[in-house]
T-cell receptor
């Protein structure tokens, strides 16, 4: 079975500082990894994904994430946080070796950026 | 930009009543999903649908749930006899022909309140 762990319920950062939202995963085959963001009372918006290739992937709104196979991690990062980045962030994984499989989400991490 | 649309945005129903949630996926997408989220918490997979049949379903998706794509554009989720614990935000999602590597595009959600 595949799973995602987001160890922090909430991350607090000051505007202009770098931010990291942590994610680790467990999957039997090749991991396909995704980050989504959810603003209040809205649906989930796709930020970025790792399928293969360069371990550092860049996505929307200046976010990037680093795939680390040995640590089974896919942490979300941004060099300089904005107040408007405050939202709920979800990491998700899919098993790339099983033909087609469910996208499994973590429990989410609330990011709060203070002015 | 194409988007997934869901109706209704909010439905209140009495326990034991039938509910149908409707979704219009992005027009050229081939894979369709329903997820649910209780009180802004974890996003839980319900069912995936491809080639006019269910491709995968979770333990949550019991005999009280069904999905249908009646006319080639709409994708519906029916709950036959609602329970209090069915109260949640239900998200429809779709993805394109890239299969497991493709990201899901989510609608804004339908909030179901069961009284």
């Amino acid at each position: 079975a595949q799973s995602v762990a987001q160890p922090e319920d909430q991350v607090n950062v000051a505007e202009g500082n770098p931010l990291t939202v942590k994610c680790t995963y467990s999957v039997s085959g090749n991991p396909y990894l995704f980050w989504y963001v959810q603003y209040p009372n809205r649906g989930l918006q796709f930020l970025l994904k790792y399928i293969t290739g360069d371990n550092l992937v860049k996505g929307s709104y200046g976010f990037e994430a680093e795939f680390n196979k040995s640590q089974t991690s896919f942490h979300l990062k941004k060099p300089s946080a904005l107040v408007s980045d405050s939202a709920l962030y979800f990491c998700a994984v899919r098993d790339g070796n099983s033909g087609y499989s469910t996208l499994t989400f973590g429990k989410g991490t609330m990011l709060l950026v203070s002015p | 930009e194409p988007e997934v649309t869901q109706t209704p945005s909010h439905q209140v129903t009495q326990m034991g009543q039938e509910v149908i949630l409707r979704c219009v996926p992005i027009s050229n997408h081939l894979y369709f999903y329903w997820y649910r989220q209780i009180l802004g918490q974890k996003v839980e997979f319900l069912v995936s649908f491809y080639n006019n049949e269910i491709s995968e379903k979770s333990e949550i998706f019991d005999d009280q749930f069904s999905v249908e794509r009646p006319d080639g554009s709409n994708f519906t989720l029916k709950i036959r006899s609602t329970k209090l614990e069915d109260s949640a935000m239900y998200f429809c999602a779709s993805s394109g022909s890239s299969g497991a590597t493709g990201e899901l595009f989510f609608g804004e959600g339908s909030r179901l309140t069961v009284l």
